[in-house]
């Protein structure tokens, strides 16, 4: 699986789109894009994944460049339960190994 | 309730007291792997399960051995436990491994101290 970079953490006011950044800039054209989160030390969990369109669902929006070598998540309107660390990951058909890497922490403020 | 089930929830044991972390999914999910959590470091794969009877290593295997006899179980084994072994642990799932159908279910954590 491609390497993944994203900031360490980021902070969104209350009410706001959140946006967060991921570089992976090594993705071959068969690896999908996945966003996970984790509140406090609960189980991760999925919110959104796609290989080269735009993808939205009930929780976020998930905006892929043209040369896939970078992704944006977007939180439309994000609250103070947004809050946690965010993780981007990319993933290959049939690969056993998975690296989440250390994600971004989001604060979101009042 | 599609759901990824592990026991213990929190375990406080001793150095080289044998102990089995166990995993089970409700969904029929081919892929199955483990995961540890350190403060300050992001999710560290163990070990991974491609299927029944097939097994591999992750990133950080020393310490551990895994068994999949069955496809709704995945126990994590650590033999002789030592206190670096003391973390957050993860169970998850997918149907399968990578492309598009590797949304991963977690399961709650189990919380290991080893004295």
């Known amino acids: 699986d491609a390497k993944t970079t994203q900031p360490p953490s980021m902070d969104c006011a209350e009410g706001r789109a959140a946006n967060l950044p991921c570089n992976h800039s090594t993705i071959s054209g068969n690896e999908y894009v996945y966003w996970y989160r984790q509140i406090h030390s609960q189980g991760p969990q999925y919110i959104i994944h796609?290989?080269?369109n735009n993808e939205t669902n009930e929780m976020a929006s998930l905006i892929i460049t043209e040369d896939r070598k970078s992704s944006t998540l977007i939180l439309p309107h994000a609250t103070l339960r947004d809050t946690a660390v965010y993780y981007c990951i990319v993933r290959f058909t049939n690969a056993g190994k998975s690296t989440f890497g250390d994600g971004t922490t989001l604060t979101v403020k009042p | 309730e599609a759901q990824v089930t592990q026991n213990p929830r929190y375990l406080i044991t001793v150095t080289g007291k044998k102990l089995t972390v166990t995993c089970s999914q409700n969904?029929?999910?081919?892929?199955m792997s483990w995961y540890r959590q350190d403060p300050g470091l992001g999710l560290r794969q163990i070990y991974y399960?491609?299927?029944?009877?097939?097994?591999d290593k992750g990133d950080v295997p020393e310490g551990y051995k895994v068994s999949r006899k069955e496809k709704r179980n995945f126990p994590l084994i650590l033999e002789s436990p030592s206190p670096n072994q003391t973390s957050l642990y993860f169970c998850?799932?997918?149907?399968?491994?990578?492309?598009?159908?590797?949304?991963?279910?977690f399961g709650p954590g189990t919380r290991l101290t080893v004295l």
């Open positions: 796609g290989l080269k």
């Open positions: 399960s491609m299927n029944v009877e097939v097994t």
């Open positions: 998850a799932s997918s149907l399968k491994a990578g492309g598009s159908t590797d949304t991963q279910y």
């Open positions: 969904m029929n999910h081919e892929y």
